[in-house]
């Protein structure tokens, strides 16, 4: 796809992988695109300014002021005039800085006067790739509403193996033509989301059901909804209004719950399983109302379906099927068998154990388990927050079952 007439601002930082830039520069150009480069003062350490300002055609920023010309290098023109800012490699250092606002060179002002989209590519040693602190920042920055160009496997300068290698070129080429063509990740993508609790009526009057709000569960469609995807909510009761242009389908038990998702299954591409569905319903509904008598009253339950593992047998390998766990004793092992049993992409388990997570209010702890069993621990915030990171887990792993 050609780029003729977009702006693209590529700001490189003093990584090794810098060297990757010429090549991308390069393509960029070669598809007529606008590019002009900022380098953070150590990234010349790397590659020269002469070598990449002769493959953009065009002078590249690095200070404040311009010392052939004594003028001013305007961050906030430059921030305004770009239709897309890419920053690679990313280095843990300008990641950390930009993560929490510091602004000591002319790539970091830029960053922070930009008001267009943000792509990040980082590329560091392992090590350093999954030091916390740099996935915190990485977190922080997807919650910016930056684009990750998430660093590929394979050997690193310092010879470890493993994540942190700056993507290919032609990658992060794929990645600005994605976002022009089709600015939002889940564009053409179809979910969907169950939420709430589920009502097991006992007689005309009465149920068994949770205290479940389904805030979890809303706030995951309305995330994936403004990330481009179609979203169907099959809800539980809840109180809670329709995100916007969320495809809302209302039920009441576990049985109804599975019909609707069996009808939506095959279509869907990404499906998110955060209701309470109950675990057992009454053997037989009464058809008049009980009345209470001098003995006490048996009901006799029997097992509802378990949706999620119904639909987990089913489940094509262009799909991501993701389930919840609320687990109280050795978490982190229930967790995963669940995720094996039910065969799902991945697990999210709520805390019971922190104070702010769980049913009701509007936070959430949670952590995240792959397939692998490698999880992604995040801190207590917003239930909003929480399904922004579990959208961002979704869309990461989209990508790579279409790529
Ligand atoms: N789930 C479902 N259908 C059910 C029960 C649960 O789809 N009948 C889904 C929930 O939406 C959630 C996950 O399964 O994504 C939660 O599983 P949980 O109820 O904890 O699993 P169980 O296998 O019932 O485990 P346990 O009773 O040990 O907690």
């Not at 990584?15 to 060297?19: R, V």
């Not at 002021?65 to 003028?71: A, P, S, V, Y």
């Not at 089709?182 to 053409?188: A, D, I, M, Q, V």
């Not at 154990?353 to 509007?362: I, N």
């Given at each position: 796809m050609s780029l003729k007439g977009k702006n693209i601002a590529i700001g490189v930082c003093g990584?090794?992988?810098?060297?990757k830039i010429a090549s991308l520069v390069r393509l960029l150009v070669k598809e007529n695109a606008n590019v002009q480069v900022l380098m953070t003062p150590d990234a010349k350490e790397f590659i020269t300014p002469l070598t990449l300002a002769t493959l953009s055609k065009r002078p590249v920023l690095s200070d404040y002021?311009?010392?052939?010309?004594?003028?001013w290098n305007n961050h906030v023109e430059l921030g305004l005039q770009a239709d897309l800012l890419l920053i690679a490699p990313a280095t843990a250092n300008t990641l950390s800085k930009m993560a929490h606002g510091a602004c000591d060179n002319l790539l970091l002002a830029t960053y922070l006067s930009a008001k267009c989209a943000v792509m990040f590519a980082p590329a560091m040693d392992l090590d350093m790739w999954l030091h916390p602190s740099t996935q915190e920042n990485v977190h922080r920055l997807l919650n910016f509403g930056n684009i990750l160009i998430a660093p590929g496997k394979g050997e690193l300068a310092s010879g470890l193996i493993g994540e942190g290698r700056l993507a290919e070129p032609e990658e992060m080429l794929q990645h600005i033509q994605h976002f022009f063509s089709?600015?939002?990740?889940?564009?053409?993508k179809k979910a969907l989301v169950t939420a709430g609790p589920t009502h097991e009526a006992i007689d005309p009057v009465r149920f068994i059901g949770n205290h479940s709000s389904g805030k979890m569960g809303y706030a995951i469609a309305s995330a994936l909804q403004s990330l481009g995807a179609t979203v169907t909510l099959v809800s539980g009761p809840t109180q809670l209004p329709t995100p916007p242009k969320v495809n809302r389908h209302d039920v009441t038990s576990a049985q109804e719950m599975l019909e609707a998702c069996s009808s939506h299954?095959?279509?869907?591409d990404i499906i998110v399983m955060s209701a309470a569905v109950a675990d057992y319903t009454p053997v037989s509904v009464a058809s008049q109302k009980i009345k209470k008598k001098d003995t006490n009253l048996e009901i006799a339950l029997k097992k509802t379906t378990d949706i999620l593992a119904t639909l987990g047998k089913k489940k094509t390998n262009k799909q991501t099927l993701v389930g919840f766990a609320l687990e109280t004793e050795n978490e982190l092992q229930n967790a995963q068998d669940k995720l094996q049993r039910k065969n799902l992409d991945y697990i999210v388990l709520n805390s019971m154990?922190?104070?702010?997570?769980?049913?009701?209010?509007?936070t959430n702890k949670v952590t995240m388990i792959d397939r692998k069993g490698e999880t992604q621990q995040f801190e207590l915030k917003s239930k909003k927050d929480v399904a922004n990171d579990i959208a961002a887990v979704i869309i990461a792993h989209q990508a790579a079952i279409n790529s």
């Open positions: 990584g090794i992988a810098a060297y002021i311009n010392r052939h010309t004594e003028t089709n600015s939002l990740p889940l564009e053409g299954f095959e279509t869907v154990q922190d104070k702010g997570a769980g049913f009701g209010g509007d």
